[in-house]
């Protein structure tokens, strides 16, 4: 089982910026893939961005650029850092971790862009 707590949400006015954490714990295997999800009201959850355990990244194209995915791994969290943040990006965002299928999921945080 792997546990993934998120932190980092909020309101921010266009332009701003948010950091967002995703800690895991319990059984982290040493090849995954790591990433951040988004719902908003009346959407399906798409794919931000994610960062394997090599270190790949990749990110859907509205985001890049402005978005930027990391990872510490002593800390085994990946960050979300997100610039100049656009009312489009509000959404709920889900940390996940996958490893061979198995997939795992944390509790979301509200992100939302507004003046």
């Known amino acids: 089982q792997v546990q993934l707590v998120e932190s980092g949400g909020g309101l921010v006015q266009p332009g701003g910026s948010l950091r967002l954490s995703c800690a895991a714990s319990?059984?982290?295997?040493?090849?995954?893939?790591m990433g951040w999800y988004r719902q908003a009201p009346g959407k399906q959850r798409e794919l931000v961005a994610a960062?394997?355990?090599?270190?790949?990244?990749n990110y859907i194209d509205s985001v890049k650029g402005r978005f930027t995915i990391s990872k510490d791994n002593a800390k085994n969290t990946v960050y979300l850092r997100m610039n100049s943040l656009k009312p489009e990006d509000t959404a709920v965002y889900y940390c996940?971790?996958?490893?061979?299928?198995?997939?795992?999921w944390g509790q979301g945080t509200q992100v939302t862009v507004s003046s």
């Open positions: 996940n971790y996958e490893h061979y299928g198995y997939n795992y």
């Open positions: 960062i394997t355990s090599g270190g790949s990244t």
């Open positions: 319990g059984s982290i295997f040493s090849i995954y893939t």
